[in-house]
């Protein structure tokens, strides 16, 4: 993610929300039905090809789309078990039902958010 829309000031660009704690990513993923998790890095250059296909699809799907920085969240990367990034994580009632590893287009998640 590049620096100006992973600045840490609760939002990048797009609408993807920065996580700034763990206690708010789990009060997101618990009340909402369907999350979409980006796990990025900003030194990754695929994760920088991701945000804007994760850009684009926030403002078209009914769903939070929240973006993990794995350097200052690494609990929580450990915790969902991410290995590689860019991961994009899709959570429905609480619980991952889909995981996506690599740069994945818009319209692959939206099918699995159907």
Same mark, same amino acid.
């Given at each position: ?14 609408g ?6 763990? =206690?708010?990513?789990?009060?997101t993923? @618990?009340n909402?039905?369907q +999350?979409?998790? $980006?796990?990025?890095? !900003? ?9 804007p296909?994760?850009? =684009?699809?926030?403002?078209t799907?009914? @769903?939070p789309?929240?973006? +993990?920085?794995? $350097?200052?969240?690494? !609990? ?20 991952e039902?889909?995981?996506? +590893? ?13």
């Amino acid at each position: 993610m590049s620096s100006d829309t992973a600045s840490g000031n609760g939002a990048q660009a797009g609408g993807i929300v920065d996580v700034e704690s763990a =206690e708010s990513f789990r009060e997101t993923v @618990a009340n909402n039905e369907q +999350v979409v998790v $980006d796990y990025f890095a !900003d030194w990754c250059g695929p994760c920088k090809q991701q945000t804007p296909i994760l850009e =684009e699809l926030a403002g078209t799907i009914d @769903a939070p789309v929240l973006g +993990v920085d794995t $350097d200052e969240h690494n !609990d929580l990367a450990a915790e969902a078990g991410v290995r590689s990034i860019p991961t994009v994580a899709i959570y429905r009632d609480g619980e991952e039902v889909e995981r996506f +590893v690599g740069v994945t287009g818009a319209d692959e998640i939206r099918a699995a958010l159907n």
